[in-house]
C-alpha cells in the first residue's frame, strides 16, 4: 500500500453557526498545529462539543489514535487563530482563520498511533494544497506566543520536538507515493559515529543518543535530579526543567516521562538493555557497555 493511502479521512461536520463560518476560503496559504489540551476527549467527543458551543471557536480537523476526523469543510474558514495576534500576517501575508487549516492533535489513547495519523495528515494537506512542508506549516503557539504553546505542549512530552515533528511530515511528503515501511526503522537508520565500547557515559555517548532519539545534540543531558547515581554520568547539567533526550528515552523504556534521569528510570533502562537492575551506574557500567553496543548498530 502507498504511503498516500496509508489512512482513511472521515468526515462529519458540524452545522453550529458559532463554529462553522460556512465561509469560503479563497486559498488555502498554510497550515496551524494545534494540540487539544484535554486529556479524556477524542476526536469524536471534540465533533460533538463544537457542534453545541455558544461561542466563536473551531478547527478543521481532530486527530486521535483512531481516526483523522474532519468536522469543518477544507474549504471552508475555522475559527482557530486569534484574530488579534500579527504573526501571521507577517509571515503568510493573512489571518490564519481566513487562509489556514486548523488541524488539533488528541491527547487520548495510543501516542504514537494518533501522532503517525497527524504527521500523515500534515503530508496530505501540503500534497493537496502545494504547501512545502519545511516553510508552510506553523505552530500556534508561533501566532499566539502570549496565549499559546500548543502542539508542543503535547509533542514534547512525548518525546517530540518542533523539528522532529517537519521532519517527519517531509519524510512522508517526499515519499508519498511509495509503499509504507516501518518509519520507526527508518528514523533509527540516521548515521550515528561508533562509539568505543568502554562502559563509560561521557559526551559522545549522550550525542549519540540524542541522534538516535532524534532529539537537539549538544552532548549534555540537561535538567536531571541531582543524586549519586546522574553524578557518576560526567556531562550532566544541572538545569532546570526536563530534558528531551531523557523524555524521549523514557518514553523508549516505558518510564514516566518526566526528562528526570532518576532512580526509577536507571533501573527501568538497565532492564530495557538485561543488564543487572541495581539502579547503580558503575564505572565501567555493563548496562552503558550495551547501550553503546546498541548505538553503534543503529536500534535499541
Known amino acids: 500500500m502507498a504511503i498516500k493511502n496509508k489512512y482513511a479521512i472521515e468526515q462529519n461536520y458540524i452545522d453550529n453557526h458559532y463554529a462553522r463560518s460556512k465561509e469560503p476560503i479563497k486559498k488555502v496559504l498554510f497550515l496551524v498545529g494545534h494540540e487539544t ?79 503517525d495519523k497527524y504527521v500523515w ?43 522532529h515533528f517537519i521532519r517527519d511530515v517531509q519524510y512522508y511528503f517526499d515519499n508519498w507515493s511509495l509503499k509504507t515501511v516501518d518509519r520507526d526503522e527508518q528514523v533509527k537508520s540516521v548515521q550515528i559515529e561508533k562509539l568505543e565500547v568502554d562502559g563509560y557515559w561521557g559526551a559522545k555517548t549522550t550525542t549519540a543518543l540524542q541522534q538516535y532519539l532524534d532529539t537537539p545534540v549538544d552532548g549534555i543531558i540537561s535538567g536531571q535530579i541531582k543524586t549519586d547515581i546522574t553524578k557518576q554520568i560526567g556531562n550532566v547539567d544541572y538545569g532546570t526543567g526536563g530534558s528531551l533526550v531523557v523524555k524521549a528515552l523514557q518514553r523508549l523504556i516505558g518510564a514516566e516521562q518526566d526528562g528526570y534521569f532518576g532512580p526509577k528510570s536507571l533501573r527501568k533502562l538497565q532492564a530495557y538493555l538485561g543488564t543487572p537492575a541495581d539502579g547503580v551506574i558503575s564505572r565501567p557500567s555493563l548496562m552503558v557497555k550495551e547501550l553503546q553496543r546498541r548505538l553503534n548498530k543503529g536500534k535499541l
Request: charged share 25%.
Open 37 to 115: 489540551a484535554n486529556n479524556s476527549a477524542d476526536a469524536d467527543d471534540h465533533q460533538r462539543y463544537f457542534d453545541g458551543i455558544d461561542y466563536y471557536a473551531s478547527a478543521h480537523t481532530f486527530i486521535d489514535d483512531g481516526k483523522i476526523l474532519e468536522i469543518i469543510p477544507l474549504d471552508e474558514k475555522a475559527w482557530h487563530v486569534n484574530y488579534g495576534k500579527p504573526m501571521d500576517n507577517q509571515l503568510y501575508g493573512d489571518d490564519a482563520n481566513d487562509a489556514a487549516i486548523g488541524v488539533e492533535l488528541c491527547r487520548t489513547g495510543d501516542f504514537k498511533k494518533a501522532y
Open 121 to 163: 495528515y500534515f503530508a496530505y494537506l501540503c500534497h493537496k494544497f502545494g504547501l512545502n512542508p519545511q516553510t508552510d506549516i506553523v505552530a500556534h503557539s508561533k501566532l499566539d506566543p502570549e496565549r499559546r504553546s500548543d502542539p508542543q505542549s503535547w509533542l514534547e512530552p512525548n518525546g517530540i520536538s518542533w523539528s
